[in-house]
């Protein structure tokens, strides 16, 4: 059985950090990508960060560019993205997702989904 599970969410100010970890059991990844996607109240779910297996492609929206950095650690399965300079806009359930095929930032794309985890950013 397939699990994903987000740590790492939670309150904090603009211009703030915060690493997200995703840990992964019963899934191991090595023809496909996995990523992070978010979803504030009112949106539809977008994605913010995705990887290919061993680190050697990534991909990240615009709007996190040079912020935010998606990383995995193959021997503990677990997949991160430390976010950086944090806006308020950042504010959103963050979910990270895997077995993604295709392009990594389409939700669509993927077959297996955390529960998600908070992350509130205020000004």
């Known amino acids: 059985q397939v699990q994903l599970v987000e740590s790492g969410g939670g309150s904090v100010q603009a211009g703030g950090s915060l690493r997200l970890s995703c840990a992964v059991s019963?899934?191991?990844?090595?023809?496909?990508?996995m990523g992070w996607f978010r979803q504030a109240p009112g949106k539809e779910r977008e994605g913010v960060a995705g990887?290919?297996?061993?680190?050697?492609?990534?991909y990240y929206d615009d709007s996190v560019k040079g912020r935010f950095t998606i990383s995995q650690d193959v021997a503990k399965n677990t997949l991160y993205l430390q976010m950086n300079s944090l806006k308020p806009e950042d504010t959103a359930m963050y979910y990270c997702?895997?077995?993604?095929?295709?392009?990594?930032?389409?939700?669509?794309?993927?077959?297996?989904w955390g529960q998600g985890t908070q992350v509130t950013v205020s000004s």
């Open positions: 990887i290919w297996p061993g680190g050697s492609t990534t």
């Open positions: 997702a895997a077995e993604g095929v295709g392009y990594c930032l389409r939700s669509d794309r993927y077959n297996y």
């Open positions: 019963g899934y191991t990844s090595s023809n496909y990508c």
